[in-house]
């Protein structure tokens, strides 16, 4: 973006900032429905250990409950992305305590980060579904498992080098050799055109069966959302609307209000702190077999279907259907070893909270975990809980 915009970035002052969001209970209570979102913006030109301090992380909208704002959370936002706007095209003047000058302060908004659910509300995308990859969009490679009720997408072999040896490794996932080519990822501009037509349809009403009407133009405009689209108005006319693509979006995001949104490379970003918890969890509780385990009698029946690894498929008898042991599989005996070995864990202060209150060793189970605590799982103790057992295993 500094090559993009070379007077942006001759002044090393103007600000580049990242915006979060994601719904909490303000009132601690798990069991009370409310959702309050707030807003935040992060400062990047500090240096990253003063970053993230709370002092400098800047609360611009509290958006109430008790529901989450879902599609129409733009509509909260449009108030700052009019600042952001202001910040971008005209700047404020500030007066620099350091050098006692003053100068004209422009920002610029680099990314979001926030978590899946809500990167569909910011960008407007469908995260569910067969076109559930906000980058592939249509060309999105999903299946839909009977037994299990649910979509998965698990054919990523594609975006590997033509001669890489997994490719031909049929029993090693899906039972086919992957011949297919990774597909287009649609940029900021080709999504800006797709949508510039899109009528946004905020609220909550209940839906009357008929379909959304995509002809007309976009709802809820400002006066600079045709500042550059005269001069490209005509070539545009001329594109033709792919309407399967057009399908996976519920809105055109209050963020292409801002001019250079489309031209940044990454608009909205992942935080690592939900994948790495949801997939830690679904490791602990698979091993564990309690929990979100992945390893249920449906998950078998689905690989049945599918034809694939078929030293896992259920044994019926009689009445009974029995699940055939896993690799992974652990003995009560294991288990208790697994459980004790977390339970007796001591670290230094502040490396993560108290785990063996998380820890149940007469059921063999783990529940309470924090986010920081499936992090250093993850990265540090799992290998160390599992080092015996494996390494038995391995002979």
């Not at 069991?31 to 800047?58: F, G, H, Q």
């Not at 979001?112 to 067969?130: E, H, M, Q, R, W």
């Not at 905020?202 to 550059?228: H, I, L, P, Q, W």
């Not at 698979?286 to 049945?304: F, I, P």
Request: charged fraction near 25%.
């Amino acid at each position: 973006m500094d090559d993009k915009y070379p007077a942006f970035a001759a002044e090393p002052r103007n600000m580049r900032l990242g915006l979060s969001t994601d719904g909490f209970n303000p009132f601690s209570m798990k069991n009370t429905r409310y959702s309050s979102w707030p807003v935040l913006l992060v400062n990047y030109n500090m240096a990253p250990d003063l970053c993230m301090k709370k002092e400098n992380i800047m609360l611009t909208l509290l958006i109430p409950g008790p529901h989450q704002p879902s599609n129409s959370i733009d509509v909260y936002l449009e108030p700052l992305i009019e600042d952001l706007h202001h910040f971008w095209s005209k700047g404020e003047l500030t007066y620099d305590a350091f050098s006692k000058t003053t100068f004209t302060l422009k920002a610029m908004l680099l990314w979001t980060i926030s978590d899946f659910p809500a990167y569909g509300n910011l960008a407007g995308c469908k995260v569910k579904g067969k076109m559930g990859c906000p980058l592939c969009g249509k060309n999105t490679d999903s299946l839909w498992l009977t037994n299990s009720r649910k979509h998965i997408y698990m054919f990523h072999r594609k975006s590997l080098p033509p001669t890489h040896a997994y490719r031909v490794k049929k029993t090693w996932f899906d039972g086919k050799v992957e011949n297919g080519i990774k597909g287009r990822i649609l940029t900021g501009k080709n999504i800006s055109l797709l949508l510039r037509n899109y009528k946004n349809d905020f609220g909550n009403k209940k839906e009357d069966g008929r379909k959304r009407s995509r002809a007309a133009f976009v709802g809820t405009t400002s006066d600079y959302d045709n500042e550059d689209s005269a001069s490209d108005e005509e070539e545009e006319e001329e594109q033709e609307i792919d309407e399967e693509e057009l399908s996976r979006w519920k809105k055109r995001s209050i963020f292409f209000r801002l001019p250079y949104w489309e031209e940044l490379p990454v608009r909205h970003n992942l935080d690592v702190m939900h994948v790495e918890k949801n997939v830690a969890a679904s490791i602990v509780a698979t091993l564990l077999h309690c929990g979100k385990s992945k390893d249920r009698l449906k998950a078998r029946k689905d690989l049945q279907v599918l034809g694939i690894r078929k030293d896992l498929h259920p044994n019926v008898q009689g009445k009974r259907t029995l699940l055939p042991a896993t690799p992974w599989s652990l003995s009560k005996s294991e288990k208790k070893i697994f459980c004790k070995r977390l339970f007796d864990f001591k670290g230094p202060d502040g490396y993560c909270s108290n785990i063996s209150s998380c820890v149940c060793l007469e059921e063999y189970k783990v529940m309470g975990f924090k986010s920081h605590d499936y992090h250093v799982l993850m990265q540090q103790l799992l290998r160390l809980l599992l080092e015996g057992y494996y390494l038995s295993v391995l002979g």
